[in-house]
């Protein structure tokens, strides 16, 4: 991963409408507006489904009033958008080996896009900002804030700041009870009633949604580049709810949340930037700085396998909930399905259309993968298609993290820009359509 504050989220070099848009002067796309004109096609809408039905675009972008079309602008974007690339080429060898899986598929239909929610990113490569907890709670970053929104009572609350001092009010052994003082957020997860954040300098925060205060702090590590890459937290199989952090000093360390104990501390070659425990709690999958993706024993850290196919280096990995399938997703434009029962190969490589593969999402109950792109792309892959038929939602902005809620029924997507920043939520399409309305 690139080190520490080297590539910030900022700095991308995106070919987007709004660096068309000069504010100060009032003009769009290289054409001079009113104030009155300006304020018009930047004014925070939302879109509803039912507006979208009747033409509405999905993030209230007016194209009618600008000198570009859809169509263009998205030609020009698949055009000018660039993928970062730790080995050089790898997106383009991919491109001439690989075809996109057909589309067709209508998995979730869109439901609503809310402007008033504003996701941002830090650092370019960390797409895990976004978490729902239920079909109508989703957590999610919004500059030195974890916010939470709510899609029944379309309200946004801050659940905590990181912009001052963060002190825990519990005591624990290993606890840094002096807190932290400005922390700038990498990635966050919240699962249930908890949420753990991650931090630049190895900051971990863990907080109860249902208490006040934080209940524990700790560093990983004083190393120099010791960035929080990724954290997931999971159910163990003793029983309580443990987590794991991927860092940038070559570490995954496993912590139990009801003491926040560090249980484990596995090493490797290299940075991790990702892992995901397998649903039996077995095995966990290992993607960071290499072309190769590991998979070790969680009691142990002793690599089993080793999974070969990749082109440069991976960012997101996710295990299908039978416990044989898991996916990894690649700077090589890439996301890799694999089956333990045969890893010399994966059984399915799906090229995405632009950028890097950032995150990986299974449905729990097994029947979809979501794998999120950089910007623009989110596909839906069909497992009971063999990943042979997919579905594509296709908008414009950073992707700031996707999720889907625990029962399958909600999608949801981050979008980071500077004027549609918003937050989309597509629906789980059923045959009973006629039914929806008694729920």
């Not at 807190?179 to 997860?189: K, R």
């Not at 290299?270 to 649903?279: A, D, F, I």
């Amino acid at each position: 991963m690139v080190d520490e504050f080297d590539y910030m989220a900022e700095e991308v070099e995106m070919a987007d409408f709004v660096d068309d848009m000069d504010e100060e002067n009032n003009v769009i796309d290289g054409v001079d507006v009113g104030g009155d004109e300006y304020d018009t096609l930047t004014k925070v809408t939302d879109t509803s489904s039912a507006q979208a039905r009747k033409g509405k675009d999905v993030q209230g972008i007016p194209w009618d009033r600008l000198n570009i079309t859809r169509e263009k602008y998205r030609l020009t974007r698949l055009e000018q958008y660039k993928n970062y690339e730790n080995i050089p080429l790898s997106g383009e060898a991919v491109d001439k080996q690989c075809k996109q899986v057909q589309k067709g598929g209508n998995y979730y239909e869109f439901f609503h896009n809310t402007r008033l929610v504003k996701p941002t990113i830090l650092h370019f490569q960390l797409r895990n900002l976004v978490w729902a907890t239920s079909k109508h709670d989703v957590y999610f970053m919004s500059n030195y804030s974890v916010m939470h929104w709510s899609s029944l009572s379309c309200n946004y609350t801050e659940i905590l700041n990181f912009s001052g001092h963060v002190a825990p009010t519990e005591k624990h052994a290993g606890s840094l009870l002096e807190g932290f003082t400005q922390t700038h957020i990498s990635t966050i997860a919240v699962k249930d009633s908890l949420m753990v954040a991650g931090g630049f300098q190895g900051e971990i925060t863990c907080k109860r949604l249902e208490k006040q205060g934080v209940s524990f702090c700790t560093r990983t590590t004083n190393d120099v580049n010791a960035i929080t890459n990724a954290i997931e937290i999971y159910d163990s199989l003793r029983g309580g709810i443990r987590f794991m952090a991927s860092n940038n000093d070559y570490g995954l360390r496993e912590y139990d949340m009801e003491k926040f104990q560090l249980l484990n501390h596995f090493r490797f070659p290299w940075p991790v930037n990702h892992t995901s425990m397998s649903p039996d709690r077995r095995l966990v999958a290992v993607v960071g700085d290499h072309l190769d993706g590991l998979l070790v024993d969680s009691q142990n850290g002793k690599t089993i396998a080793t999974m070969v196919g990749h082109l440069d280096y991976s960012f997101a990995s996710a295990w299908h909930p039978d416990g044989r399938v898991f996916a990894t997703g690649n700077q090589d434009k890439t996301c890799r399905v694999w089956d333990l029962r045969k890893l010399s190969s994966p059984i399915a490589t799906l090229k995405g259309n632009l950028g890097a593969v950032r995150s990986i999402r299974f449905s729990s109950d097994g029947r979809f993968m979501v794998v999120a792109e950089p910007a623009d792309f989110v596909h839906i892959y069909s497992t009971k298609a063999d990943y042979k038929r997919r579905q594509e939602i296709d908008f414009f902005g950073e992707i700031s993290g996707v999720s889907l809620s625990p029962d399958d029924e909600s999608l949801y997507v981050g979008i980071w820009d500077r004027t549609y920043a918003s937050l989309l939520q597509y629906n789980r399409r059923h045959t009973y359509g006629y039914l929806d309305s008694y729920f």
